[in-house]
């Protein structure tokens, strides 16, 4: 079981194996509700991390990689989420941006295969940022304030 404390920052490498998604649903609501956030809010913050996790497996990792997964709070009451695949990937932030920002804008509520990580970093947080990392990793963050 993952173990993770709100205030101070926590790095956590989890292997890229979906089955591991319970513990990292599960660690992410631990320091959820350590930040003061509502059920509500660390609901659907869960779905967040749920949906980058599964990304990260899905498409930024090999067999046998790891994922770094971050969690902070700062100062300014604002919540930092980090997720880093586990090798490198060929598409550029700016093309993976591209993709989730035209998946942001053709959304219906008839066709949502494919778009969950748009229509909820949309809807539930206050901003995500894409950067490639020297060893060819993408780390997506996003940020949300209480």
Same mark, same amino acid.
Request: hydrophobic share 40%.
């Given at each position: 079981?993952?173990?993770?404390?709100?205030?101070?920052?926590?790095?956590?490498?989890?292997?890229?194996?979906?089955?591991?998604?319970?513990?990292?649903?599960?660690?992410?609501?631990?320091?959820?509700?350590?930040?003061?956030?509502?059920?509500?809010?660390?609901?659907?913050?869960?779905?967040?991390?749920?949906?980058?996790?599964?990304?990260?497996?899905?498409?930024?990792?090999?067999?046998?990689?790891?994922?770094?997964?971050?969690?902070?709070?700062? *100062?300014?009451?604002?919540?930092?989420?980090? @997720? =880093?695949?586990?090798?490198?990937?060929?598409?550029?932030? /700016? %093309? #993976?941006?591209?993709?989730?920002?035209?998946?942001?804008?053709?959304?219906?509520?008839?066709? *949502?295969?494919?778009?969950?990580?748009?229509? @909820? =970093?949309?809807?539930?947080?206050?901003?995500?940022?894409? /950067? %490639? #990392?020297?060893?060819?990793?993408?780390?997506?963050?996003?940020?949300?304030?209480?």
């Amino acid at each position: 079981m993952l173990s993770i404390m709100a205030s101070a920052a926590h790095k956590l490498e989890v292997p890229a194996d979906l089955a591991h998604s319970a513990e990292m649903r599960a660690a992410a609501q631990t320091f959820f509700k350590k930040t003061g956030l509502d059920d509500r809010w660390i609901s659907r913050l869960i779905l967040v991390v749920d949906e980058l996790f599964m990304n990260a497996v899905k498409y930024g990792s090999n067999a046998g990689d790891n994922v770094m997964i971050e969690l902070s709070q700062d *100062t300014n009451k604002v919540i930092h989420f980090a @997720i =880093t695949d586990g090798c490198a990937s060929n598409i550029s932030p /700016e %093309k #993976l941006r591209a993709k989730i920002e035209q998946h942001q804008a053709s959304h219906t509520p008839e066709k *949502t295969s494919g778009r969950g990580l748009a229509i @909820i =970093t949309k809807s539930w947080t206050d901003g995500y940022e894409i /950067e %490639k #990392l020297s060893d060819g990793k993408l780390k997506i963050s996003f940020i949300k304030s209480i």
